[in-house]
T-cell receptor
Framework: DAGVTQSPTHLIKTRGQQVTLRCSPK?????VSWYQQALGQGPQFIFQ???????QRGNFPDRFSGHQFPNYSSELNVNALLLGDSALYLC?????????????????FGPGTRLTVL | AQTVTQSQPEMSVQEAETVTLSCTYD???????LFWYKQPPSRQMILVIR??????QNATENRFSVNFQKAAKSFSLKISDSQLGDTAMYFC?????????FGTGTSLTVIP
C-alpha cells in the first residue's frame, strides 16, 4: 500500500517565480492538507482540500493556491515567490470522517518538498 | 484559534531509560483528537500515537504511551526503553474540526 507521495523532492527557484508542488494521497484517503514547515519550526497549516474544494485555509496570502483532482491528488501553487517562502512543504492525507463528527482523523504525511528561493 | 505548546525545546535520555515529553493545548471544543508525530532527520513525519478526547483511557502503542489530562489540557508522551532510533524531533498536534495545530517540537536525543 503506497503511502503519501510528493514531487519533486527538492526545488530551487528565484524570487518572483512561480512553483507547483504535487501530492498523491494514501490509498483510500480523500482529503489532502498542505503545510509549510520552516527550519526548526512546527508545520503551519496552509489549506485543506476535500471533494475538489478548499475546505479550510490557514493564515497564508492568496499567492498560495491549490487544486484537488478527481483522483484526490493535489497541487500547491505559489506565485511571486519571496525569500521567506523557502521551507519544507508537507502534504498530508486523511479520510473525511462520517456524520455527525464530520472531521478529519489521523493525517499521514508525505516526505515533503524542500523549496529554496534565491 | 487553538494553540499547542511544547515547553521543552531539547531533551536527552540514556538508551533503555524512560523519558517524558510535555505538551499542553488550548481548545474550547469537546470533540477533538490529539497526536504525537515523530520527525527523524530524514524528515518524514511519522505518527507515533493518537488519542481521542472523548476517551478517558490513555492510548498506548508498544513502548509509547500518553498521559492525557483533559481538564488540565495536558497530553504528555512517555517513551519507555528508549532506543537510538527514537532520536528525532517530536511534535504534539491537536485536531479540531478539520485543521491541525502543531507545537514547536521537542528535539529528543537518545545517548548510547
Amino acid at each position: 500500500d503506497a503511502g503519501v507521495t510528493q514531487s519533486p523532492t527538492h526545488l530551487i527557484k528565484t524570487r518572483g517565480q512561480q512553483v507547483t508542488l504535487r501530492c498523491s494521497p494514501k490509498s483510500g484517503h480523500d482529503t489532502v492538507s498542505w503545510y509549510q514547515q520552516a527550519l526548526g519550526q512546527g508545520p503551519q497549516f496552509i489549506f485543506q482540500y476535500y471533494e475538489e474544494e478548499e475546505r479550510q485555509r490557514g493564515n497564508f496570502p492568496d499567492r498560495f493556491s491549490g487544486h484537488q483532482f478527481p483522483n484526490y491528488s493535489s497541487e500547491l501553487n505559489v506565485n511571486a515567490l519571496l525569500l521567506g517562502d523557502s521551507a519544507l512543504y508537507l502534504c498530508a492525507s486523511s479520510f473525511w470522517g462520517p456524520w455527525p463528527l464530520m472531521m478529519v482523523d489521523t493525517q499521514y504525511f508525505g516526505p515533503g518538498t524542500r523549496l529554496t528561493v534565491l | 484559534a487553538q494553540t499547542v505548546t511544547q515547553s521543552q525545546p531539547e531533551m536527552s535520555v540514556q538508551e533503555a531509560e524512560t523519558v517524558t515529553l510535555s505538551c499542553t493545548y488550548d481548545t474550547s471544543e469537546n470533540n477533538y483528537y490529539l497526536f504525537w508525530y515523530k520527525q527523524p532527520p530524514s524528515r518524514q513525519m511519522i505518527l507515533v500515537i493518537r488519542q481521542e478526547a472523548y476517551k478517558q483511557q490513555n492510548a498506548t502503542e508498544n513502548r509509547f504511551s500518553v498521559n492525557f489530562q483533559k481538564a488540565a489540557k495536558s497530553f504528555s508522551l512517555k517513551i519507555s526503553d528508549s532506543q537510538l532510533g527514537d532520536t528525532a524531533m517530536y511534535f504534539c498536534a491537536s485536531n479540531t474540526g478539520n485543521q491541525f495545530y502543531f507545537g514547536t517540537g521537542t528535539s529528543l536525543t537518545v545517548i548510547p
